[in-house]
């Protein structure tokens, strides 16, 4: 018989922030900057621990250079040929720092894997990107690519449950993707009624992983309708657009895989977003919000920010006269 588990599950919309008295007089003194040591590879990372989503609108080469500008990272997508790899880490050597090549659990997927590290030596970071992280296929295939690539850094996922973090970590990752359903263009919940208010999942993962807050936040939406995005910029109605769609979706299936599957449905849609220039100004307005809640409870380090937070359950966030 299925069961139901009572336990309160939030997301963000159910939640606010408190304040905390602080010692900061601005903005600018916050330290954004976070070191981290990984588990498996042993390598270590400097940066700004946001994540360009490896999605084709979303983590291309474009974005990868302007991002790195900032020291944020890019999960580039897996749709780049080799030759493009190269080329791209002739002309932006300074880039693969922060970047990542992405895969699925195919064989071609991973062959051209390990063609692209095999070429482009200087890459540290592997994606291994899978809808459903809970397939004992993908754990074997973390494992294999630990073991074929032991000092680089994997990211994987998706999941969304603190005993499955345990596994992949177990199996070789040193980065797990939290979350089944969340995202903007997203429909996994729709289709298939399977998900976890991603608040409560990212505190229960990240206590099976090291009883603190994410480490990392991976944008999609937010990154898209950019100069560096991916796609064309088209006109309607006298506004500039850019696609932007999810990579279940029957636009990304057509794109890549010459439709969707007779087996399976789309999990994904496609949305129009209005152009919104280059991404710099995106970037800016990311990392001032950050910064400003940093000074709000407290934290003069990015480090300290999930030590110095509490959150308080809320029915209204926002004031909603003027939507």
């Excluded at 659990?105 to 063609?115: M, N």
């Excluded at 208010?197 to 309708?225: K, N, R, V, Y």
């Excluded at 409870?297 to 300290?304: C, F, H, R, T, W």
Aim: aromatic residues 8%; neutral net charge; hydrophobic residues 35%.
């Amino acid at each position: 018989m299925p069961r139901i588990d009572n336990d309160v599950k939030l997301d963000f919309k159910d939640v606010l922030l408190r304040p905390k008295r602080s010692t900061l007089k601005t903005r600018s003194e916050v330290d954004l900057l976070r070191s981290f040591v990984f588990r498996n590879s042993k390598q270590s990372y400097t940066g700004i621990p946001i994540v360009a989503a490896n999605m084709d609108t979303v983590g291309t080469f474009e974005m990868a250079r302007a991002l790195n500008k900032f020291s944020l990272f890019t999960a580039v997508h897996k749709h780049y040929t080799l030759e493009e790899w190269k080329e791209f880490a002739i002309n932006n050597p300074d880039c693969l720092q922060n970047v990542a090549v992405s895969a699925g659990t195919g064989s071609s997927d991973l062959e051209k894997l390990a063609a692209i590290l095999e070429h482009v030596p200087d890459i540290r970071y592997i994606c291994l990107d899978v809808a459903n992280g809970y397939s004992e296929h993908f754990v074997q295939c973390v494992k294999n690519v630990r073991k074929r690539f032991p000092d680089h850094t994997i990211m994987a996922g998706n999941v969304m449950t603190g005993e499955m973090v345990e596994e992949l970590i177990l199996a070789g990752a040193d980065i797990v993707k939290v979350g089944i359903g969340p995202g903007s263009v997203c429909t996994t919940r729709i289709k298939t009624g399977v998900g976890y208010p991603q608040l409560s999942a990212i505190i229960e993962c990240a206590d099976a992983a090291h009883g603190a807050g994410a480490d990392f936040i991976m944008l999609g939406g937010m990154f898209s309708g950019h100069t560096q995005s991916g796609g064309e910029i088209f006109e309607k109605n006298g506004k500039k657009y850019k696609l932007f769609y999810g990579m279940s979706s029957d636009t990304a299936m057509r794109k890549h895989d010459g439709g969707v599957a007779d087996y399976r449905a789309s999990e994904g849609k496609t949305v129009e977003v209005e152009f919104k220039g280059d991404v710099q100004e995106t970037i800016q307005d990311i990392l001032g919000g950050v910064r400003s809640t940093c000074t709000y409870v407290g934290a003069a380090k990015l480090k300290e920010l999930s030590r110095r937070t509490t959150f308080i359950r809320v029915t209204q966030q926002l004031n909603p006269t003027f939507k």
